[in-house]
């Protein structure tokens, strides 16, 4: 009994998609055709004014329209906050290059301070005796030591190198060599 319902259901349904095809094949396939085919009653459009300037294309044309000028409003607000938000970036970024200059010329300055102070150290410490040189590096880091070595006079290097303990000369050493130097 089941399978002669699914069967008879079957066949149906091929009717229906053979109309349905054929109806598509003609041109004919639209809602009132398949409402007319399943016995259906067609739905009850508005009907159109003979004097309505604005057929229902018109109007969708109208809609359409309405709503590309309203996407093209929004396309130029959304360009002009682009570019006031470019103008800021652009404004930020000079900012920061400003910044940036100042602060290399302040290190540039800085450097050539700092480079002065150690020359004067290195030529206080080629003036003092080699022993009292040598007490100076001696209470300094390893690494203070290892910067300003290099600065002094090679003939009263050695002779400060000689006069220092041997563990605080093996330490200056290491950072030296650590260091290129």
């Not at 399943?38 to 300037?53: F, K, N, S």
């Not at 309405?66 to 103008?87: G, H, T």
């Not at 009292?132 to 390893?142: H, K, R």
């Not at 070595?149 to 000689?162: H, N, S, T, V, Y």
């Amino acid at each position: 009994m089941v399978k002669k319902l699914i069967i008879v259901f079957l066949a149906f349904a091929a009717f229906l998609a053979a109309v349905l095809v054929q109806m598509g094949m003609q041109g004919q396939l639209n809602m009132a055709s398949v409402n007319r085919v399943l016995g259906r009653e067609a739905e009850q459009t508005a009907p159109v004014e003979e004097g309505d300037p604005l057929s229902p294309i018109a109007q969708r044309i109208k809609a359409d329209r309405d709503a590309l000028d309203q996407r093209k409003v929004n396309l130029d607000s959304r360009e002009a906050r682009l570019q006031q938000r470019q103008q800021l970036l652009d404004d930020t970024l000079k900012d920061i290059t400003e910044i940036e200059a100042r602060i290399q010329t302040g290190l540039g300055q800085f450097d050539e301070q700092q480079a002065a102070a150690l020359e004067a150290v290195a030529k206080s410490l080629e003036n003092m005796t080699d022993t009292t040189a040598a007490l100076s590096l001696e209470a300094m880091n390893p690494e203070r030591a290892a910067v300003l070595l290099p600065l002094i006079a090679e003939r009263d290097r050695g002779k400060i190198f000689d006069a220092m303990k041997e563990n605080s000369r093996n330490l200056v050493l290491e950072v030296m060599q650590s260091q290129d130097f």
